[in-house]
């Protein structure tokens, strides 16, 4: 098993930044691609990046060039920084975990909203 606990949501004005966290623990050596998901209201989940072990990267077109995932693999983490935020953006973000045999596990999720 797998857990996975998010912080780092919040309110913040357009243009503005926050930095998502989510530590992993339990069986974390065989996660392979840990990422993240967002859900607005009425809207279906969606991919929003995710990253590899080895680092490799991908992201929803809407966040390029705006939106930065990393990952500390010593500390079982994974982060999504997120610049130049838009209303659009607003949404519940769970973070993912998928392991080498393709199990998935999530977290609980955390609210980010974009507001003035």
């Known amino acids: 098993q797998v857990q996975l606990v998010e912080s780092g949501g919040g309110l913040v004005q357009p243009g503005g930044s926050l930095r998502l966290s989510c530590a992993a623990s339990g069986i974390v050596f065989s996660i392979n691609a840990m990422g993240w998901y967002r859900q607005a209201p009425g809207k279906q989940r969606e991919l929003v990046a995710a990253i590899t072990r080895g680092g490799s990267t991908n992201y929803v077109d809407s966040v390029k060039g705006r939106f930065t995932i990393s990952r500390d693999n010593a500390k079982n983490t994974v982060y999504l920084q997120m610049n130049s935020l838009k209303a659009e953006d607003t949404a519940v973000y769970y973070c993912?975990?998928?392991?080498?045999?393709?199990?998935?596990?999530w977290g609980q999720g955390t609210q980010v909203t974009v507001s003035s």
């Open positions: 993912h975990a998928q392991t080498y045999r393709l199990i998935e596990y």
